[in-house]
């Protein structure tokens, strides 16, 4: 259900490896697991972009194309 959460996860991984998914986790409170079986709210969204921006040090808007 959480799409966009889920790929916001993924491309942390990807990106930032393992500490970089648990510093997602922490940050926003919010489990993987627990990310992908919400729904999509916007404003959830967009704290997720912004936190993982931040881990990544730069915009991840262009991977979520």
Not at 45 to 63: P, Q, R, T
Request: hydrophobic share 35%; glycine share 10%.
């Amino acid at each position: 259900m959480g799409e966009k959460l889920a790929k916001i996860y993924k491309i942390v991984e990807e990106k930032g490896g393992n500490p970089g998914r648990i510093k997602l986790a922490m940050a926003t409170g919010l489990p993987k697991k627990d990310a992908e079986e919400m729904k999509d709210k916007p404003e959830v969204v967009e704290k997720f972009k912004s936190i993982a921006s931040e881990i990544l040090g730069h915009n991840i808007d262009e991977f979520l194309q």
